[in-house]
């Protein structure tokens, strides 16, 4: 009979959120260094810390910060090896998704020869649902992860019937301001399922880099400023810093500053707070 796993080291935000959704937060013995949420698991050690103090500033500079680390070193987080070893625990929960976010797979699984790895790599919505699911086998919860999946396609397909039928505004999303990047993994997805008809950016597909001149010439209903891992302040901070070429394209209040860390970048059970979100964004009362 297979022991469920006891100990489990999160090495990203949104394994965080879904080990804690599944009601296993008693046994998450580490976390990474961005992981907040929920607010009770912040006291774990932090196993993960970014080469370079990003607190406070601009997209341009962390940019070109992260950058620099992946030039000199190959990610933007170290891992505490020792750390993680001496905690003991027979899961680490990593990712593959992208090298700026968190600490790649690669150096997680060189790092960490002989402990049990569980690599999440969500593009999609349905991939989300796929790792809550493989996180509930890899732990015991299987019907915790199902009724967890179940919950979350219920409310998606609440709002989906909610904006049926209704015209489609145009819709500019900035999941980054300096360079300017659209959105893609699943981010497209659910600005679709809110409603929404968005003019630039591919779902499945890494986010990628447009000028501020093509921005403007898409002419857009509703845009969305969402720096990737930006709180709602930090947004605030970044969209007043460019708020002349901003209104260049929409002006209040047709743009919407959104807290990406919590509801967006996290490929977590909060996806679905964001869609929520934006169907207000998109459609408000």
Known sequence: MLVPTQRIVSLLPSATE????LGLEERLVGISYSCDYPPSVTDRPRLTRPRTNLDGLSSGEIDAAVRASLRDHGSVYEIDVAGIRALAPDLVLTQ??????????????AS??????????????????????DVGCATGAVEQA??????????????????DGR?????????????????????????????????AGTARRPSYRMEWSELRALDPDVVLIMPCGFNLEETRREAE?????????????????LDA????SRSGPRVVDGLEILASAIFPA
């Open 18 to 21: 879904i080990v804690c959704a």
């Open 96 to 109: 593959g998704i992208c090298d700026v976010c968190a600490v790649p797979e690669s150096q997680v699984i």
């Open 112 to 133: 960490l020869v002989g402990i049990n790895t569980l690599t999440l790599d969500a593009h999609d919505l349905s991939a989300i649902f796929a790792s809550i699911r």
């Open 146 to 163: 199902e009724a967890l999946v179940a919950n979350m396609q219920r409310r998606i397909n609440t709002v989906r019937a909610r904006v």
């Open 167 to 199: 015209p489609r505004p145009r819709v500019l999303a900035l999941e980054w301001l300096d360079p300017p990047y659209v959105p893609g993994h699943w981010v497209p997805e659910l600005i679709a399922a809110a409603g929404g008809d968005l003019v």
């Open 241 to 257: 810093r460019y708020d002349a070429v901003l209104r260049g394209i929409a002006a209040p209040p047709h743009v919407h500053l």
């Open 261 to 264: 860390s919590a509801y967006f």
